[in-house]
Every structure is written in C-alpha cells, then in structure tokens.
C-alpha cells in the first residue's frame, strides 16, 4: 500500500523558517519526482515545486512567489522529500501536501503551517 | 504558465442527475509522443486530501466509482457524474502535469439540489 505522510508544519512567525518531511513508502521511491502542493484555508489548490529523481538530475522546479525562499530536497535512503520553508510569509499559510508524478498515487494528510505574529 | 480554467465555479445537481465540469487548458495538455493528455480530475471533501479519480484525462484511478467519468483532449476536458449521489458532494479540481509549474483550475463545487 502507497502511504505518503507528512510532517514538521506549525506556527512561525513571519521571517522564520520550518522543514517539511514526507515519507513515503509502498513504492520505489527513487524513480519517482516529487511534488509539493499546498491549499490556504478556504481556498483551491496551488502547486508549489517539485524535484526530479535522481536518474533525471535531481533538479528541482518552483512557483514564482516561493523561488528563492523554499528549497525542496530529497533522500532516496530514507524515501523522504523535504521542503525547507525560508523568509516565511503570512500567505504561506495553509495545508502542505506531497505527491509524487505518478497520477494514480494517493496524497498523504497534509501538514498545516501558520505563518502568523 | 498553463492556466487552468473551470467551469462552472458551483453546481447543483438532483440525487440521481448528471453532473458535467469544464476544465479547460490555455494551452494543449496533449503529448504528442505518447498520445496521453497530461490531465488529472481530483475530488475533495471538507478536511480530507484531494483523492485522484481520473487521470491521463480518462482513466479511471482504482476503486472509483463507474458513475465517473473523464474525457476530452488538447485544451478541453470534462469530468461527468452519470447520476450523483449524495456522498459526491464536494469540491472537484482537474490539474494538468504537462510541465511545470504543474497548475489547478480553481474548483467546482458541487452539491445536491
């Protein structure tokens, strides 16, 4: 079974920084790129980066408002996905998801981060 | 940036009717190596994850009801409910993962009559 769970979200204040996990097991991590996508409260859906596997570079994509601020990484020994959150802003507040590119995959639960003074 | 646009924004529908959501893209989704349209319907009810139920724009992910069903090609999609139920109230998002940024249209939300 293809389980995704997310952690490390809480409150920050604006400026501060927080890391995401995802672990993800039930699948072969290392081939698959992964996506993190976050939803504000009361509001749709908005993709926010990603970062191919290994095999594919490695590299890594973002959304114009996070570039520059959020670094997404990957440990392929640990099947975990990170997304390190810099300069946090009070927009940035919301549910954190990751997936991976395979469509038919599920999402995990989410991790909520408040970015509030 | 490919944008995602839906419509309609909301729908109520009777117990039993057809539901039909738009998704359209501003630029085609359709891979031509391949022949797969890069398109994803996603469901989501209050305080749960998005759940996948159509992906490559009309197959059906596992588990999910024969009522859904997904279609069109290129720039124009669909997403039909054959005859609604009241456990499908909830918000609707179709996502194109044709290149990044990987972009949502804004949701329908769809509710009973």
């Known amino acids: 079974e293809v389980q995704l769970v997310e952690s490390g979200g809480g409150l920050v204040q604006p400026g501060g920084s927080l890391r995401l996990s995802c672990a993800v097991s039930?699948?072969?991590?290392?081939?698959?790129?992964m996506s993190w996508v976050r939803q504000a409260p009361g509001k749709g859906l908005e993709w926010v980066g990603r970062?191919?596997?290994?095999?594919?570079?490695?590299?890594?994509d973002y959304i114009a408002p996070v570039k520059g601020r959020f670094t997404v990484s990957r440990d392929d020994s640990k099947t975990t996905v990170y997304l390190q959150m810099n300069s946090l802003k009070t927009e940035d507040t919301g549910v954190y998801y990751c997936?991976?590119?395979?469509?038919?995959?599920?999402w995990g639960q989410g991790t909520m981060v408040t970015v509030s003074a | 940036d490919i944008v995602m646009t839906q419509s309609p924004d909301s729908l109520a529908v009777s117990l039993g009717e057809r539901a039909t959501i738009n998704c359209k893209s501003s630029?085609?989704?359709?891979?031509?190596?391949?022949?797969?349209?890069?398109l994803t319907w996603y469901q989501q009810k209050p305080g749960q994850p998005p759940r996948v139920l159509i992906y490559?724009?009309?197959t059906r992910a596992s588990g999910v009801p024969e009522r859904f069903s997904g279609g069109g090609s290129g720039t124009d999609f669909t997403l039909t409910i054959s005859s609604l139920q009241a456990e499908d109230v909830a918000v609707y998002y179709c996502?194109?993962?044709?290149?990044?940024?990987?972009?949502f249209g804004g949701g329908t939300n769809v509710e009973i009559k």
């Open positions: 997936t991976t590119n395979s469509p038919d995959d599920p």
């Open positions: 970062i191919k596997s290994k095999t594919d570079g490695e590299t890594a």
């Open positions: 490559w724009a009309s």
């Open positions: 630029q085609s989704v359709l891979y031509s190596s391949n022949n797969k349209n890069y």
């Open positions: 039930g699948l072969t991590f290392s081939n698959r790129w």
């Open positions: 996502q194109q993962y044709y290149g990044a940024p990987l972009t």
